[in-house]
């Protein structure tokens, strides 16, 4: 009787679909309401009856109509795509191939081919069999290897671009874009979808761009795109989804309440999942269902301040605009989660960026995490944050996995998860593993491939693992994403790791100069002089080279300034670097902290160390043990001196401060670190008395770096 009931039930759907073929805005809803059903009912019995979803059904019935068709009627594809439904022969194409694994203009060559096989012997039979199951495997193998540095998934790819003002003032793109990117990140926590990154879609933003186009750059599969008016306490959204071609799948129009907004979104979330035949898995559903506030208000300035705000991996982040707007958003609901983990992240940001390190900035992220997380145990940005916390500044690196792990969890397709997780595994001393680093790198840039921060990562990535053909295809695939000086600088870097020696990169940045002068700005020729500058001073070790291409680039571009003074004092020559201090561009470009640091280095390289003190001691500067500790040296004050240095600072500063010190075993362990590279110490003449030492030269060859011995044996030419 349930057979039956089953099969009465399925037999009348399929006429239904049937008869709406003609029909172009033939939907689900239609469907539930011709069958006189809820939607939710309807879903729940095909689920149950073909344990696939309604959508699912409806373009099966297509397809099998087409089979039909196709095998007995002399229309063309294209008439026959129309006839069953599908307003895109492209699409039926894709679908129908997807479903019989053949193009629909090979039916009847195929219904041929069953037709004979029926008639072969056994064991022609089987031969026709194993030649295709062979095939298939070619296909397969060859369809892999052709994937290339892809992670190999077949989710579906999803890039929700930033969702277009349509108001009548345009003055709330921010909103409409804070809309698209809830919504995105609702998607990105299910697992059987691949999410591009707001990174990457915010360039498309009023883009002139066609879909098929932006499709070509972020390999995406299918697009979500709308509109957002505000009006009267009311909000219209329209949506539409469409595959890379631009062809629409499905398009809807809300006018709703405002408060309805959580609503709305959590519907297009759930449909754009139906549609894509992506199951939602129970354990993650309620992240589609979540509302994050009660207070509409509250999160106009919850998405204000996530603008503003390094966690959404934005470029021109403003934490301390991100800080005020969060923080009147939970002033109007102190029970906003959401908000308190964003204003944790830019909290936290702001004590590591800051060289003074103010302390309330920590005190006040670390109470807003724990309060985002005791309102939320889910909130994948306090988890994120607690991570840096944890292994960045506590020194934790075993909690900070962990949090991260959690995070990832929680949202596997978030972009800056899988980049945090990198980081960590590249940078944390204690857990560098290259193959992980690589591993994580590899779905952040696939997630957000637009980034310059997961470009340059991953080109990291690959070259540290001895990739190197695959890292010089990937950057010239990313090329054009790049600009002049982004691209020479990692031009430089792969030719430093083939070549196993940092001198190769002088010849690439020459070429850019005799090749694309024409083409850059004076600001990139500036750049180019200043890197040509830093590979004389850090790889050749040759003052004078150096500051003729630092001069140059101040000459182009005066914010080179200091770049040129520290040069000159390093060269000896005090006289020019006491005319440049006294110089407009230094007195007006930077902070009067970097300008007191500067005239620091000025008196202690002309060794008035009692001056450079005087200026080490200053408020300002009251965080820069460094300093002071160098100057106590020089002074012969060894003991204050080591009380100084013995205060946390980062690794670099650490290396040179010891070596002024005369601590050579100190000195070593932090120039051994992860995260001191080869411009942060073989250039810096408090190096000097260490040059000749194994040691040293061990640390310029584990940083690609020639040494002097070596540079003399080459014959190397410099000039």
């Known amino acids: 009787m349930e057979s039956e009931n089953k099969n009465r039930f399925l037999e009348r759907i399929s006429r239904l679909v049937c008869e709406n073929f003609d029909d172009e805005h033939f939907c689900v809803e239609k469907l539930a309401k011709l069958y006189g059903t809820s939607r939710s009912q309807l879903y729940k019995k095909i689920k149950k009856h073909t344990g696939g979803s309604v959508n699912h059904f409806i373009k099966d019935v297509r397809l099998q109509k087409a089979m039909e068709l196709l095998g007995e009627d002399e229309k063309s594809v294209s008439e026959i795509s129309f006839e069953v439904g599908f307003h895109s022969p492209a699409y039926f194409a894709t679908c129908f191939k997807a ?27 089987r031969m026709v069999v194993m030649v295709a199951m062979a095939l298939i495997v070619f296909a ?41 990117v809830d919504i995105s990140e609702k998607l990105s926590k299910l697992n059987g ?11 498309y933003k009023e883009s002139l761009m066609s879909v098929p ?38 398009s809807e129009t ?69 800080i005020s707007y969060l923080g009147h958003a939970i002033a109007l609901d102190p029970d906003f989660a959401d908000a308190y983990a964003e204003m944790a992240y830019a909290q936290i940001s702001k004590f590591n960026g800051n060289e003074n390190q103010d302390s309330i900035y920590l005190e006040q992220g ?43 969890t929680i949202d596997p397709n978030n972009a800056m998860v899988n980049f945090e997780l990198a980081w960590y595994f590249s ?68 030719a430093a790791y083939r070549g196993g020696d940092r001198k190769h990169m002088l010849e690439v940045y020459r070429q850019t100069l005799q090749n694309d002068s024409a083409n850059a700005s004076i600001y990139q020729l500036a750049v180019l002089h200043q890197q040509i500058g830093r590979i004389y001073d850090h790889v050749f070790n040759t003052n004078e080279k150096a500051i003729a291409h630092y001069a140059r680039a101040y000459e182009l571009d005066a914010n080179f300034v200091y770049d040129y003074f520290e040069q000159l004092l390093f060269n000896k020559d005090f006289d020019t670097a006491l005319e440049l201090s006294k110089s407009e561009d230094f007195n007006r470009i930077g902070s009067h902290e970097k300008q007191l640091i500067q005239r620091y280095y000025y008196h202690f390289f002309k060794q008035d160390y009692q001056q450079a003190l005087r200026i080490a001691n ?22 204050e001196a080591e009380r100084e240095a013995s205060n946390p600072m980062v690794n670099f500063r650490k290396a040179y401060t010891y070596a002024v010190l005369g601590k050579r075993e100190s000195m070593y362990y932090y120039l051994d670190k992860p995260n001191v590279n080869w411009m942060l110490f073989n250039g810096i003449p408090l190096y000097d008395p260490y040059r000749n030492e194994e040691k040293f030269k061990q640390v310029q060859r584990k940083n690609l770096i020639p040494t002097q011995s070596a540079l003399e044996l080459s014959g190397l030419s410099i000039n």
């Not at 898995?281 to 301040?305: Q, R």
Request: charged share 25%; glycine share 6%.
């Open 213 to 250: 186009e932006i499709a070509k750059e972020l390999k995406a599969d299918y697009f979500l795109e709308g509109g957002v008016r505000e009006f009267n306490d009311r909000i219209l959204i329209n949506v539409r989804l469409v595959d890379h071609k631009g062809v629409a799948l499905w």
């Open 618 to 639: 200053d408020s300002i500067l009251m965080n820069r043990h460094d300093l002071r500790a160098m100057a106590l040296a020089k002074l012969g004050k060894q003991e």
């Open 99 to 125: 479903k019989y694994g053949y193009c629909p203009g090979e039916v009847k060559h195929h219904v041929a081919l069953e037709e004979n096989q029926q008639q072969l012997p056994m064991t022609k039979k």
């Open 140 to 180: 397969a193998f060859f369809g892999l290897r052709g994937m290339g540095l892809s992670s190999g998934t077949a989710k579906p790819i999803v890039a929700v671009l930033p969702f277009e003002d349509i108001s009548k003032d345009k003055n709330n793109g921010w909103f409409c874009s804070g809309i698209s």
């Open 427 to 494: 940078n944390n001393e204690q857990q560098i593993d290259h193959k992980k680093f690589l591993m994580y790198i590899n779905v952040a840039a696939e997630l957000d491939p637009l980034s310059r921060n997961n470009i340059f990562l991953k080109l990291e990535a690959l070259r540290l693992n001895g990739l190197l053909d695959e890292a010089d295809a990937y950057l010239e695939k990313m090329s054009p994403t790049l600009n002049l000086t982004g691209l020479t600088f990692q031009r430089a870097e792969n």
């Open 366 to 408: 670390l109470f807003n995490i724990n309060k985002a997380l005791q309102l939320d145990p889910n909130a994948v940005m306090a988890h994120v944050t607690k991570a840096i916390v944890e292994y960045d500044i506590f020194k934790q690196p075993e909690k900070g996995l962990e949090s991260l792990e959690k995070a990832l």
């Open 254 to 322: 809300f006018n709703e309440e405002m408060d309805q907004l959580f609503n709305i979104q959590q519907e297009v979330s759930t449909r754009v999942a139906q549609l894509l035949e992506v199951t939602i898995d129970p354990d993650h559903s309620y992240l589609l269902h979540k509302v994050p506030t009660g207070n509409i208000e509250a999160y106009k300035l919850y998405l204000k301040g996530k603008e503003y705000n390094g966690s959404t991996l934005v470029a021109n982040w403003d934490f301390d605009a991100s």
């Open 193 to 203: 979808l691949q999410v591009i990154s707001k990174t990457s879609t915010s360039r």
